[in-house]
């Protein structure tokens, strides 16, 4: 997790990413399709929730609390982008 954190901190955007969605998956669990198909209007109240309104499963449909150290790092993502925009994007990391 300690990698991935530094990752997350890294000003090159590629890891950066890669970071942020493997701490995305370590921390809720979520599957890589559900992680690249998040859109930036999934992140929700300032941040603070992660809405998964697409799964392959509906167990998997779900909100779910963002830890406040995590919060910096999802919302740098959202920044500059559309509501419709992806959050992490196609590329599986």
Do not use: Y
Not at 27 to 43: C, K, N, P, Y
Not at 63 to 78: C, D, F, I
Request: positive net charge; hydrophobic residues 45%.
């Amino acid at each position: 997790m300690t990698v991935c954190l530094l990752l997350a901190c890294s000003s090159n955007r590629k890891r950066r990413v890669a970071g942020i969605a493997v701490l995305m998956a370590l921390v809720f669990g979520m599957r890589a399709s559900e992680i690249t198909g998040l859109q930036v209007r999934d992140l929700d109240a300032g941040g603070t929730i992660i809405r998964i309104n697409r799964s392959k499963t509906r167990a998997g449909i779900s909100a779910l609390q963002v830890p406040e150290w995590l919060r910096p790092h999802l919302q740098r993502l959202a920044e500059n982008k559309q509501p419709t925009d992806l959050l992490v994007g196609k590329e599986r990391t």
